[in-house]
């Protein structure tokens, strides 16, 4: 079955130090997804690309992050000068096209600013 | 406004009783209703959906789930807990509206634990 993939599953860093989160999404998935869990919270939505732009995104999605498709494969998520509140789970997701359709996650990465 | 609740933080249940999780949801118009499931250290996992049609909505690994428009509410359940199934469970609920949001909106997730 295909699934999600995210690359590094652990990043640590240290503050100020800009970091980027890679996820390749299932082959015929069209809608793109970041979210954030912090340690013990919610999942909170970030961000979601469509036909190679931003389609959404949340008040945390502010311009210390960005998103890039560089290919047909890959998405990223890049975080400019990462603070130590940017600790958390980032998870990937995507899904095919229709309202109705359920979103897949990637395992995730465990992002520690230090 | 879309949001969700889980007022459970934590539910405990003895292998093989029945197990409930709790959600109840608000949106302006009509929702789609999702439960997931997050093992440790693992993303989240899909288990089901209701979108129309029976409010009974069956999914993996023998859960299912029941809407309630009146209540507004779309618990998990199952028949027979197994040992297994303990790991957080999210729900979530995205307003069926054109032109809106097409963003679900995640409960803070209710940890399951199953008892030998």
């Known amino acids: 079955e295909p699934e999600v993939t995210q690359t590094p599953s652990h990043q640590v860093t240290q503050m100020g130090q800009e970091v980027i989160l890679r996820c390749v999404p299932i082959?015929?998935?069209?809608?793109f997804y970041w979210y954030r869990q912090i340690l013990g919270q919610k999942v909170e939505f970030l961000v979601s690309?469509?036909?190679?732009?931003?389609?959404?995104k949340s008040e945390i999605f502010d311009d210390q992050f960005s998103v890039e498709r560089p290919d047909g494969s890959n998405f990223t998520l890049k975080i400019r000068s990462t603070k130590l509140e940017d600790s958390a789970m980032y998870f990937c997701a995507s899904r095919t096209s229709g309202q109705t359709y359920e979103q897949y996650f990637g395992p995730g990465t465990r992002l520690t600013v230090t | 406004a879309q949001s969700v609740a889980q007022p459970e933080d934590q539910v405990n249940v003895a292998e093989g009783n029945p197990l409930t999780v709790k959600c109840t949801y608000s949106v302006s118009g009509n929702p789609y209703l999702f439960w997931y499931v997050q093992y440790p250290n693992r993303g989240l996992q899909f288990l089901l959906k209701?979108?129309?049609?029976?409010?009974l909505v069956k999914g993996s690994y023998g859960f299912e789930a029941e809407f309630n428009k009146s209540q507004t509410s779309f618990h998990l359940k199952k028949p027979s807990a197994l040992v297994s199934d303990s790991a957080l469970y999210f729900c979530a609920v995205r307003e069926w509206a054109s032109g809106g949001s097409y963003i679900p909106t995640f409960g803070r997730g209710t940890s399951l634990i199953v008892h030998p």
């Open positions: 690309f469509y036909n190679n732009e931003i389609s959404e």
């Open positions: 209701y979108i129309t049609g029976d409010n």
């Open positions: 082959s015929n998935h069209l809608y």
